[in-house]
Structure formats: C-alpha cells, structure tokens
C-alpha cells in the first residue's frame, strides 16, 4: 500500500512539473521575441547611427543611396491608426452606450453577435475590399485620389477594430452596477444624462482598455495596408496620398530577395522592435488598467 | 432659460444621440453587408468544379485553389498538433495547480502581452529560430510552429475560462473521495470543461486559418504550382493566394480572389458557428 502511494506520489509530480513546463513555452515565447529583435537591431545600430535612424527622414535601404530614417514608417503607421480610430472609436463606443443603454435585450442579443463577425473576418480579406470597393468609391468622392492610399485602408481597419470597442465597452456598460442606474432616474435624469453622466464614467476604465487594444491592433494590422495602402515610405500626414507602414515593410522585405544577414535584412529586426515596443507599452497599460478596475469592483 | 424648456432640451439631446446611434449601428451592419455581397458578386461566377481541383496558372481562367487547400490544410494540421497539448496543458496547471504561486502570475502577465503582440512579429521570431537557427527552412513545419505560437495564448485562455466554469463542489467531490489532484483533474474537472475548452480550439483554429502576415514572413511561397507532400516541403496558403492574386493588375485576377475569399469566409464562419454553438450547449449545461 505505502509503496504503491509513494509510486503515485511520484506520478503525481512528474505531471505537475510537465504541465508547468508547458506554461513555461509562453515565457520562452516572449523571451525569444525580445532576443530575436535585440540582437539582430544591436547589429544593425553597430552599423548604422541611432540618431540618424530616428531623425533622418527618408527610408530607402532597399535603394542604391541607402537612408535608413524611421520617421517616414513611424508617420505611415500612425496616420493609418490615426484614421482607424477616428472611424472606430467614436462609432464603436456611441454602439455600445445604444446596445447597453437603449436598445432592447432582444435587439442587443442580435446586433453584437453581428457585429463581432467583423472582427472574425480574416485582415486580407479587408484588403481586397479596402482596394476593390473602398478605394474607388472614395476616388468617385475625391476627384484625382491615387488608386494607393492612406484614407482607404485607413478607414476599412477602422471597421474591422470598431467590434473590439463595441464588445468590449457594452461588457463594461453591463457590468456596472444596476443600483447606479436606478439611483440616477430616480433623481430624475433622463437616458441620455444616466448614460453619459453615470453610466460611462462609471464603465470608463473598461471603456479605455478597449480604446487600448484596439488601438494596438491597429498599429501592428499588416495585410490591409500591404493590399491598399501602396508601400511606398513617405513621411507624410496627408490621408490622401500613398504610405508604407512598419508591418507592410516587413512583408516587402520578407516576399523581396534580401541576402541573409546584411544590413538590408537587418532593417526589418529594426523596424520590428519599434512596433513590439509599441504594442507592449499599449499592453501593459491596458493590463495595468484591468488589474485597477477589478480591484474596484471586487 | 425656463425650467421646461431645459427638460425639453434634455428630451431633444436624448433623441438626437438616439437615432445617431441607430445610424452607427446601421452603419456598422452595412459595412459588413457591402462587403459580402460586393465580395460574393465578385467571385461566384468563379466558383465551380474546376476552381478546386486545378493548379495556380499564369492565366486567369485556368488557375485554381487546390495547392493552396493541401498547404492550408497541412498547415493546420501541424499547428493543432503542436499547440494543443502545450496550450491545455499551460492552461490546465495556471488554473489548476499554481492558481496562487509567483511564476503563474509571471506566466499570466507574459500570456496576456503575447496576446498583444502583432502576428508580424511572430513571423520575424519564426524566421530567426525555425526558419534559420532549426534549419526548418520555408517549410511547412516552420510556419505550423509560428502559428502554433501565435494561437497559443488564445487556447491557454480558453482552457483557463472553462476549467474556471466548473464548479469546486465537483473538485471537493472527487477529493473527498480519495482521488489525487491530477485524476480529479484528468476524470472529473477535464471532462466537465471539455466543451468550453473545445471551442476555444475551434476559434483558434480560425484564427489560424486566416493568417498571412507572419506565414509570409517564415517564406511561404506566393506561387506554387505544386502540392507538398511532406512536412518539410515548401507550401502556400488559401490566404495567401488571394494575396498573390490581389497584388495583380488583371481584374480577372481580382475576381479570381473574389472567389477564393468565398470559400476562406465560408470556411470562417463555419467554425465559428461551431464554436457558438458548442459554446452555448456546454454552457447551459454546466449551468445545470
């Protein structure tokens, strides 16, 4: 009895050990991302200045006169998140007050479902669209846009993030306490000032988490941009003309015929660790907010 | 201003936003609407026998999906039987065994910002360690390891949420009883989970089935007029083709995209149906 104890004992701790072994993967994952783009942008910055990569403004290592100035990706990248979120935040967060606030139960049980198919349709399937419906649509309203835009893929990944806030905040609308709500009509205030006045600071950090995240995913979307957008580095705000983001860098370079481990290659390890940087700020924000926001309701 | 005519302009706000919204809204489905039809009137046309079972080709009219079908599914097969045990079983011993030790939190943090990171990137983390350092090159096993990565978190979440779903009077049963941790957890808390935890795989499954980005990082092939037969061959990808076909100038190309688009959406949505499905039956039952 004791001995076959002992043998079960022993099974017992060998799989407790395979299964925190297997959570151990995750670690190295990370791991092996930071290492990954440390040391090959260590390289590149031994032969090509940091000041000159933050503040030259013109990126053209695949080009004979090579300059390898961030600025004209960073602009690209941010103009088209820019554009995402002025389509997605206003209408993903005005969605989610109605579905919470207004509409009925029914109603709510029908749209959001709907809705999140958005978010289930794969990224290069919004490039076609963003290139095959959007850009000639928004060419027909202005006259002379170039068929490879900012605007276009801008506007279609604002659609695509747009479920994410509108999910994610209506959870945080339903998750206030419906004491709250009461109290407030029961002062007299009508739906529209419970909503805004109550109701959305109330559910304000989840709200801003959702801003967060979608805002991430919108700076690291690649293939929408790679369709419609153009590739072509310029540093530029203007909607209307053609951009390269980080991400659509990196798939140029990946389907181009860059030999190994020269500098040219090197670029996309650069460029790839300022978007990680990026979207791990972003996240541990969020993370940081969530961790707040439970604290407070519990 | 008067004490009604400020009840009345709080009454006019109230509408205002009201109907706003049901614009947004309307809006919102719209946009999804446009994009299904525009995209079925696109590619029906092209949609027969012969779109499934030919090779890519230069012309238009004679290129069809079926390499692009092997690799997606071979594809796919690799990275469920890489991410499967690993994501359950990280899941598992989170909210199982180390709910409340430092290296769980240390894990739950790391899985939270893994989530977070651009697909890209894992494709830039493949190239390195699978493509080059592994000597995988641009085969099918490296890019079912980088995607294996990239659907992980989704299922240790997943796994997490529906063991978190069962109730402890179960666990306190089964320990009560006599049985060890591991085979209260292996025949009493896995079997009641299974259902949340499968469709946590279905979802990653298309989350996976719709990846370009980091694919084309790690090397898989734009064109391939060829069907791989091995895990360490060279392959391509459904949505890879329609990117290949949108990147031509042809609007006979585009429509051949149109087409391969259909059968990536359908292909989409019928997990994801699955998944709802499965979701809402294990829920009411383990509500009971």
Known sequence: ?298 | MSKRSKKNHAKTRDQVFKYFAILCTGFGLLALGILLVDIISKGIGRINWSFFSSLPSRHFNESGIYTALIGTASLLFFTIIIALPIGIGSGIYLQEYGARNRFARFVEINIANLAGVPSVIYGILGLQFFVRMAGLGSSILAGALTLALLIMPIVIVATREALKAVPNSLRDASLGMGATKWQTTRRVVLPAAWGGILTGIILSISRAIGETAPLIVVGALVYVPFVPEGPLDQYTTLPIQIFNWTSRPQQGFMNNAAAGIIVLLAFTFLLNGIAIYLRNRWYNKIKL
């Open chain 1, 1 to 298: 009895m004791r001995i076959q104890n002992k043998s079960l004992h022993r099974k017992e701790k060998a799989i407790e050990w395979l299964l925190s072994g297997s959570s151990l993967v995750s670690v190295l994952t990370t791991l092996g991302i930071i290492i990954v783009l440390a040391v090959d942008s260590f390289q590149f910055f031994t032969e090509v200045s940091i000041i000159d990569f933050f503040t030259d403004k013109e990126w053209t290592p695949l080009f004979e006169n090579k300059h390898f100035g961030i600025l004209p990706l960073l602009s690209g990248t941010l103009l088209i998140t820019f554009i995402a979120c002025a389509v997605a935040i206003p209408l993903g967060i005005t969605i989610a007050v109605y579905l919470s606030e207004y509409a009925s139960k029914k109603f709510t049980a029908i749209v959001k479902p709907v809705l999140e198919v958005l978010a289930s349709i794969p990224t290069v399937i919004y490039g076609f669209f963003a290139l095959q419906y959007v850009t000639p649509l928004l060419q027909k309203l202005i006259p002379g846009l170039a068929g490879f835009n900012a605007l276009s893929p801008g506007i279609v990944m604002g659609i695509m993030i747009m479920p994410y806030i509108t999910s994610l905040s209506e959870d945080a609308l339903r998750s206030v306490p419906n004491s709250l709500r009461e109290a407030s009509y029961g002062m007299g205030a009508n739906r529209f000032q419970t909503a805004f006045k109550v109701m959305v600071p109330a559910a304000s950090s989840g709200i801003i988490v959702s801003v967060i995240l979608a805002i991430s995913r919108a700076l690291g979307e690649t293939m929408i941009v790679a369709i419609a957008a153009g590739q072509e580095p310029k540093l530029t705000f203007n909607p209307l003309e053609s951009v390269e983001t980080i991400t659509t860098y990196i798939i140029q370079v990946s389907m181009g015929d860059v030999p190994q481990d020269s500098l040219e290659y090197r670029t996309i390890f650069a460029a790839g660790l300022v978007l990680f940087l990026f979207t791990f700020i972003l996240n541990n924000i969020s993370y940081w907010v969530i961790r707040k926001y439970r604290q407070q309701y519990e």
